[in-house]
């Protein structure tokens, strides 16, 4: 369950709706690709998903609405939304539950590498005001739970699954879906650590080249953001490679 304010929940500071709609997306789209909802099925009502997730109606319209962009669910006016597609499970199959070693997540970031470089240049081209808004949403988000590293992820993800959205293409939205958080390394490994860098550090390297993907896209600039996101996804796999490389000389 995703960790959303609501009623009951501790004082804490309050987020975007934007950034609360990106969480339940993932949310939603989970329960699609790993079966709970199927082809054919309706979603909960917008009532119970407030209930359930502690959101106002706008950031479930606004949840529903990206799903829609996505292909994920249609809405029929007057009797709900449903599902329209789910992963086939004779298709393209990555199981995340197998990313689990260095090698795995270092064999991730190079697919990331030649996905997320022409998303990032396609962004720059096609994302609108509301889009570059999400982006930035997502990583004032990261910049907030640089201290919690489950909520980084969730930042770092959604930072990245903007970026996608933006392309205005949908398979490139279904493949960050059907990845989900497993494909952001910190859900794995403690990346900072292997690194010999301290935490603080690490985020903040995390930051500044994440602000230069978002500054490019910001200014409409394909050949900027492709060469940041290609920086930023390159410095990840190197800094981890060398982790790997180190822990294996000490192995043997």
Known sequence: MLDMENQSAPP???RKHRSLAQELVTELSERIRNGELKRGDKLPTESAIMEEQGVSRTV?????????????????????TFV???PSPSGFRIDPATIVTLRDVLAILELRISLEVESAGLAAQR???????????????????ASHASDAVGADFQFHMAIALSTGNRYFTDIMNHLGTSI?????????RLAHDDQQHYMNRLSREHEEIY??????DSDA?????????????ERLRHAHEEAESQRA
């Not at 799903?67 to 029929?76: F, H, N």
């Not at 390394?185 to 900072?192: D, E, F, I, V």
């Not at 500054?215 to 409409?220: F, G, L, V």
Request: net charge positive.
């Open 127 to 145: 994302r609108s005001t509301e889009q570059l808004a999400d982006m930035r949403a997502a990583l004032d988000a990261l910049n907030e739970s």
């Open 184 to 192: 952001i390394p910190r859900t794995r490994l403690n990346s900072a």
């Open 215 to 220: 500054d490019a896209i910001a200014r409409q």
């Open 12 to 14: 804490r500071a309050r």
């Open 84 to 86: 329209l597609d789910t």
């Open 225 to 237: 953001a492709r060469a940041a996101m290609r920086l930023h996804l390159t410095n990840s796999r």
């Open 60 to 80: 479930v319209r606004e949840a529903i609405s990206r799903l829609q962009a996505s292909g994920l669910v249609e809405t029929r006016h007057g009797i709900g």
